[in-house]
């Protein structure tokens, strides 16, 4: 291999875990579906901004994302977006119950805000 190919294969692999590429994005209507094949694993999302929520006395702070497919409640330690901001983020499905495959209080929690 000469070392164009060389180069042109190293970058691929480079980009290939990059966080800002256009693609590897989970419908959420996938983790809606089967909650419990995402339980503890994380997941790259993106969508609309529909509802913000956020309680101080208790430190509680999430929003609604909406893709699509569906809407999942996403739980955050960072700023709050503004309702209708279209946002990408890497974080971690949650629930608080697993029953019979229905997931009660299902959420993601974000890790990372991707531009």
Avoid: H
């Avoid at 590897?24 to 579906?33: K, L, Q, S």
């Avoid at 419990?36 to 101080?56: I, M, Q, S």
Wanted: proline fraction near 5%; include cysteine; charged fraction near 25%.
């Amino acid at each position: 291999m000469n070392n164009r190919t060389w180069v042109v294969l190293l970058a691929a692999l480079a980009l290939a875990g990059c966080d800002y590429l256009p693609f590897g994005y989970t419908p959420v209507r996938d983790i809606v579906a089967a909650p419990a094949n995402f339980e503890g694993k994380e997941v790259k999302l993106r969508g609309t901004v529909r509802d913000v929520t956020k309680l101080p006395v208790l430190n509680v702070k999430m929003y609604t994302l909406s893709d699509d497919t569906a809407e999942i409640t996403i739980a955050t330690e960072g700023n709050l977006p503004a309702v209708n901001d279209r946002i990408a983020l890497k974080g971690i499905v949650k629930s608080a119950l697993i029953l019979g495959g229905q997931s009660l209080g299902l959420r993601v929690e974000e890790t990372k805000r991707l531009p």
